[in-house]
């Protein structure tokens, strides 16, 4: 084989990304091999969803991005208004060359380049990377009769509050539900829910939606805060404790959400019917909730 040519991805995109200050074809970006995201995975990351190139709860996921990078000790490299203009720039460029109505921009900074150690050496310039992807919402037919998921012990690390670039237990996690052909692996750390693998769940038991605490074992989704607001102007009580596994098989409702689910329904469980088996009431008041918040950035 070509040395030239070892490792090379055939057909890699050519729609715009931005790399440490530069816009770029994604298919042309290069970072060092000593870059410690690609050795360490010693980076954070956030996916901001964009409807109609309009970024949604931006400050939140700012915000978010903000917390990761402390818990690194790496300082943000862009002011707000940075990342928001390169967003946008990303996020037209797309739907102008590709059509793509929604998009995803996917933000990641890791310490920079350095040689190998395990200790985080200071002084570092921050690799900053962007890109901008079509936004690939749950189908019709998901929405109408639920998705499927398995369930697994959370087998990660005690951080997971960190929205880390070191994702494989994120990667085992999700292949265990391509492998059982559903949606997503719904996760527990001993007998109390923690997450899915790329998602996080949602239990609703006599109209009360639950969720599990803030905690360092759980990333806190965009959409935590959402679903409460949405609770709140519904009339529904919302609650974040710690909920068994019993309480979780023993769901009226099973929800999973995220920047691409938004809000989904889970109507089976390892092969078992949750609840009467279809989408229920409340996931349709809070699907109806975020439909309308969307509609409220866009209009």
Known sequence: MNAANWGTPPDLPDTLCYLNGEFT???????????RGFIFGDGVYEVLPCYA???FRFEQHMARLDRSLAELRIANPLPRAEWASVAQHLSQSLRDTQGAVNQLIYIQVTRGVAVRDHAMPAGLMPTVFVMASEMKLATPEQREH???????????????????TSLLGAVFARQISVDAGAVETVMFRGEHLS????????????????????????????????????????GLRFELRPITRAEVLDADELLLSSATKEVLPVTRLDGQPVGQGRPGPTYARLYAGYQHAVAALTA
């Not at 074809?25 to 870059?35: E, I, K, Q």
């Not at 639920?146 to 880390?164: L, M, P, Q, Y």
């Open 25 to 35: 074809a994604l298919c042309d970006a290069r970072v060092s091999v000593l870059d």
């Open 195 to 234: 997450e899915a693998a790329s998602s996080n769940v949602w239990v609703v038991k006599n109209g009360v939606v639950m969720g599990p605490p803030k905690d360092n074992l759980v990333l806190e989704g965009i959409r935590f805060g959402l679903i409460e607001e949405i609770c709140r102007a519904q």
């Open 146 to 164: 639920g998705v499927a998921c398995v369930t697994a012990d959370d087998f990660r690390w005690e951080k997971a509050h960190i929205k880390s």
């Open 53 to 55: 190139t309009r970024p």
